[in-house]
């Protein structure tokens, strides 16, 4: 009999040894024991890209599109491809673990991070879950899928509980997971910051060990999220093996003493310290357990696979006139305005965020294709959360104490005005706090109202021309920024003269009231754009054949840690958007946003595209849709709402964001599509639209049978044809609907989905299969998922209010499986 080496491995280890591997070393790498050869693994965020081991400015890397954007395509072909590339770019940082992909669902409109997840339907966010796991796995890197479960907000998401029933847990929130698992073969997860139910998700033993382990046959590794171990004992016991980031704060010696003291048992540590060796040995760090040096290789592969993605992601709201693409006519002259148009807006904020390799801005890349046109830009207005920050010469001097005394022990130059120590302290540095003085000069460049702003994880403030202007070191307090540890934006401002100089200096300590696991400072300064912007970008419009309008948000506002607080596109962009189209007909709109947003001036454009954050090819993408290089591939995967007061659980403070640190799930399942036709919505956009360049037709569902029996599943065969002039994407939607039922059920649901290329002229015969799962629900008295017998409508459409054909089969008796 074969003896299993990580048993072996295991026999021979102290307790102290064990223990020693439920938790990580420091910030990205986990323990290694030299003793008996066991080797450090890096892990690296994230969804969009592999960051590597430095938060902020280390070597750069590929920058794919967004989670949104990347489901937004419907491809699942090609996310994997996203991910098998993720992984080789994960390879490059020296990490065999890639914490991605993201797949918590778009409950409501106003979660920050939205732009990270996939999708509001869970069977279209687990057959992406699936597609990119196959691809981050076919490389020998382990995708991490996240955050188990219930972390749907960001509002006080290290502590809110998400209280949601059994029936919504496992149709909706638990089903990406579970097929990640089933389907994919995930090689790890990682549990979310909040409670489920009242208990934190890393001490859940019900979801981690009964649902993750025991019923669906998870034998992978399970870690927290960063900073959210909070009990030595229950954490173990739930089947959490690994505590991040190290050193230990629940683990390491209060763990060998709860084991010493009979509290927890040494079987359960073993257990543990069993998966962590597992996932070892699964990518392949016995083999080779060196972890190389951080390189940042520019891949040719890696940059087309991007443009590709950015432009089958892009979704074409609106088109009359066939307004797009655009002729590229000799001579014309075009205005582009908007800050996106000069400065891309490539991904969204928090773990996710990577230092691209390069940024293409949409103006350089529409120059670059279309040479004959005249080009000019206007910002017309902000599209900022916070003041900007400066990307200027600074001088930084730190000091080993938190209250800027004793010797200069660092001076460093730097090039931003925003600097993060997460992972490191400043050389020098030898106590536990640090403090920095900064020194700039800031010039204005025009005259009129400028601001100046501090955020700190940390205390901050800062001296203009000597006088302290803004304060964010007394009474500093936790805020929004900075994933919840840094404080709110405090804002300065004042009128300046064009030419004026400000010698600025900015002070800086570690030391905080409460202890915060990072520490950062921003320093934003800038001119408040007004109405002269908007009337010079108005006067460009009128002056030009076309306008091109980039507007949206930006990382500031799509960003983890906090949620947004309105649909409105902010600051005045509405109102540049509308006086813009009074002043040139020829008007398209590209939105830049991770979720949905209000649109009053629709009804006055002809056309909008929805580009989302298309990673560090941006520009090229969205040129290569405008121009007609490539089709608007792509479809949303979010319904956006007329108004936002009939968005789910939209003034309900219980339900969002939550009250007394409870968030409760009361619409059950009724979130996204399903809730708007629940009610009877009209929607701005609905779930699963998007426009093509050219003309589908769609035939009959064929190869039905008029039923079948508990246990079969069925194929239906969707006849698509391009009846257009050009080659185009087509996208098949498959939805069931159950005609009567003992239980609430949604109108329709999704349960298949194609997408497909074809010429102008071509046919395909499109078939989807469905099992037994598609025509079930979730009983939770019975803790079994039932089908029950009676008649079910297939409708397949080109998005959920548009269905183009329709046909009925009948189960002919129930179907029960118990989960």
């Not at 029996?709 to 002039?725: F, L, Q, Y």
């Not at 003992?742 to 997408?755: I, N, Q, T």
């Not at 329709?806 to 989960?819: F, G, Q």
Request: aromatic residues 8%; glycine residues 8%; negative net charge.
């Amino acid at each position: 009999m074969t003896h299993d080496p990580i048993e072996s491995l295991l026999d021979q280890m102290t307790l102290q040894e064990q223990v020693a591997l439920l938790s990580g070393a420091d910030f990205w790498t986990t323990v290694p024991v030299p003793r008996l050869n066991v080797p450090a693994v890096k892990v690296s965020d994230g969804p969009n890209g592999a960051r590597g081991g430095i938060f902020k400015d280390g070597p750069s890397t590929a920058c794919f599109p967004v989670g949104i954007a990347l489901a937004a395509t419907w491809n699942p072909d090609l996310v994997q491809q996203a991910g098998a590339a993720l992984g080789q770019e994960a390879l490059l940082k020296g990490a065999r673990v890639l914490l991605a992909p993201t797949v918590n669902l778009q409950r409501t409109v106003f979660n920050g991070r939205n732009f990270e997840c996939h999708s509001e339907d869970p069977w279209l966010s687990s057959e992406l879950a699936v597609a990119y796991v196959r691809g981050v796995q076919s490389q020998g890197v382990a995708a991490t899928i996240k955050h188990f479960v219930g972390n749907e907000s960001e509002y006080q998401r290290m502590t809110m509980s998400s209280d949601i029933p059994e029936r919504a847990l496992r149709e909706l929130y638990l089903l990406p997971f579970e097929r990640a698992v089933k389907e994919a073969g995930v090689w790890a997860v990682m549990t979310s910051y909040n409670r489920l139910d009242g208990t934190f998700a890393a001490d859940h033993r019900r979801l981690v060990t009964q649902v993750l382990r025991e019923e669906w046959g998870f034998d992978g590794l399970v870690m927290t999220d960063w900073f959210a171990g909070h009990d030595t004992v229950q954490s173990v016991q739930a089947g959490t093996d690994l505590e991040m980031p190290g050193p230990a704060r629940e683990r390491g010696d209060k763990l060998v003493q709860a084991v010493n003291e009979g509290r927890l048992s040494a079987q359960a540590v073993r257990d543990c310290a069993r998966r962590v060796l597992r996932l070892m040995q699964r990518v392949g760090s016995f083999q080779d357990p060196v972890i190389p040096a951080e390189r940042a290789d520019d891949l040719p592969a890696h940059r087309a696979l991007i443009r590709e993605l950015g432009a089958q992601g892009c979704v074409l709201l609106k088109n009359e006139c066939r307004t797009l693409p655009l002729e590229k006519t000799p001579g014309a002259r075009v205005a582009l305005i908007g800050q996106a148009a000069r400065v891309p807006q490539i991904m969204g904020g928090g773990s996710a965020t990577v230092n691209a390799h390069y940024r293409i801005a949409p103006i350089d890349a529409l120059r670059a294709q279309w040479p004959q046109a005249s080009f000019t830009h206007s910002v017309g207005a902000d599209i900022h959360r916070w003041v900007p920050v400066l990307h200027a010469p600074v001088t930084f001097e730190y000091f080993d104490s938190p209250d800027l005394a004793g010797p200069v022990v660092q001076v460093q130059q730097v090039d931003s005005t925003e600097q993060m120590w997460t992972e490191h302290r400043p050389e020098g540095v030898t106590g536990q706090h640090f403090s920095a003085r900064a020194r700039l000069d800031y010039v204005a460049q025009q005259s009129g109202c400028y601001q100046f702003s501090l955020i700190s994880a940390g205390r901050s403030r800062a001296f203009i021309n000597g006088q302290l202007a803004v304060d964010a070191w007394s009474g500093w307090s936790r805020g929004e920024t900075y994933f919840t540890f840094g404080c709110d934006e405090v804002v300065h401002a004042r009128d300046l003269q064009a030419g004026q100089r400000c010698q600025i200096t900015i002070e800086y300590s570690s030391a905080t009231p409460e202890p915060i696991p990072l520490r950062a400072l921003r320093f934003g300064a800038h001119r408040v754009l007004g109405e002269p912007d908007i009337a010079a970008a108005v006067q460009a419009a009128s002056d030009a054949d076309l306008a091109v309008v980039f507007a949206g948000l930006n990382a500031e506002w799509d960003n983890e840690g906090l949620d947004r607080n309105s649909l409105e596109l902010p600051q005045r962009q509405n109102d540049l958007i509308a006086r813009v189209a009074a002043a040139n007909p020829r008007t398209v709109v590209v939105l830049q946003t991770g979720s949905p947003v209000t649109l009053p001036w629709l009804d006055a454009v002809p056309a909008v595209l929805q580009a989302w954050y298309p990673g560090q090819e941006c520009g090229n993408s969205i040129a290569d849709v405008l121009l007609g290089a490539a089709e608007p591939g792509g479809r949303l995967t979010q319904t956006w709402p007329l108004r936002e007061s009939d968005s789910v659980a939209f003034g309900q403070p219980l339900n969002y964001p939550g009250q007394d640190g409870h968030v409760r799930y009361d619409e059950g399942l009724f979130i996204g599509y399903r809730h708007y036709q629940q009610r009877g919505l009209q929607t701005l956009f609905p779930f699963g639209h998007g426009l093509s360049y050219t003309e589908f037709e769609y035939g009959p569902l064929r190869g039905l049978p008029s039923r079948f029996k508990a246990g079969d599943s069925i194929t239906v065969e969707v006849p698509v044809r391009n009846t257009g002039r050009r080659a185009g994407q087509a996208v098949v939607q498959l939805y069931v609907q159950d005609e009567a039922c003992s239980v609430a059920r949604p109108p329709r649901e999704l349960k298949g989905f194609a997408k497909l290329q074809l010429e102008a002229g071509e046919s395909c015969l499109v078939r989807l299969t469905l099992t037994m799962r598609a025509f079930a629900f979730f009983d939770d008295r019975r803790a079994a998922w039932v089908a029950e017998a009676g008649r079910f409508q297939l409708q397949a459409g080109v998005s959920v209010d548009q269905i183009m054909a329709a046909a009925t089969v009948e189960l002919e008796e129930d179907w029960i499986e118990p989960a």
